[in-house]
């Protein structure tokens, strides 16, 4: 289960960020998950709690966001693709492999209350695919 590991370098890198910010406590970490990252969502869930525990991260949601594949048709331009079984523009039917979106695996924000208790955010590294 590789999303254990992938799990604690997430923690590492918004804990990272957030002791530079002076943030004391996440609430929430959002992650841009694509469909190629190779990731396993249900499984990342599950071992994001275990990688949070003893780190500021600790009792965080982690919130993903669903990025579909996308590819760049030569006729279309970018074009989403309905399934990831066939690479070919689902209008034109042309076959492409130029990934536009898809591929990621990347820290968008974290939340954190600030010191009046006010919902604030910060954003944070990319976290490379591993």
């Given at each position: 289960m590789h999303e254990l590991s992938i799990a604690?370098?997430?923690?590492?890198m918004a804990g990272e960020a957030a002791a530079n910010a002076?943030?004391?406590?996440?609430?929430?970490?959002?992650?841009?998950?694509g469909a190629l990252s190779g990731v396993v969502e249900e499984a990342l869930l599950f071992s994001y709690d275990i990688?949070?525990?003893?780190?500021?991260?600790?009792?965080?949601?982690?919130?993903?966001?669903?990025?579909?594949?996308?590819?760049?048709c030569p006729t279309c331009g970018e074009v989403e693709?309905?399934?990831?079984?066939?690479f070919r523009c689902p209008i034109c039917e042309t076959p492409t492999a130029d990934i536009v979106r898809g591929k990621e695996l990347e820290i968008a924000a974290l939340e954190?209350?600030?010191?009046?208790?006010?919902?604030?955010?910060?954003a944070a590294p990319t976290l490379a695919a591993v």
């Amino acid at each position: 289960m590789h999303e254990l590991s992938i799990a604690y370098s997430l923690v590492q890198m918004a804990g990272e960020a957030a002791a530079n910010a002076g943030i004391h406590s996440v609430q929430v970490v959002h992650l841009r998950l694509g469909a190629l990252s190779g990731v396993v969502e249900e499984a990342l869930l599950f071992s994001y709690d275990i990688a949070a525990q003893g780190t500021i991260l600790e009792g965080s949601r982690l919130i993903i966001e669903k990025i579909p594949v996308a590819v760049r048709c030569p006729t279309c331009g970018e074009v989403e693709l309905p399934t990831m079984q066939r690479f070919r523009c689902p209008i034109c039917e042309t076959p492409t492999a130029d990934i536009v979106r898809g591929k990621e695996l990347e820290i968008a924000a974290l939340e954190f209350e600030d010191e009046e208790d006010e919902l604030a955010g910060v954003a944070a590294p990319t976290l490379a695919a591993v």
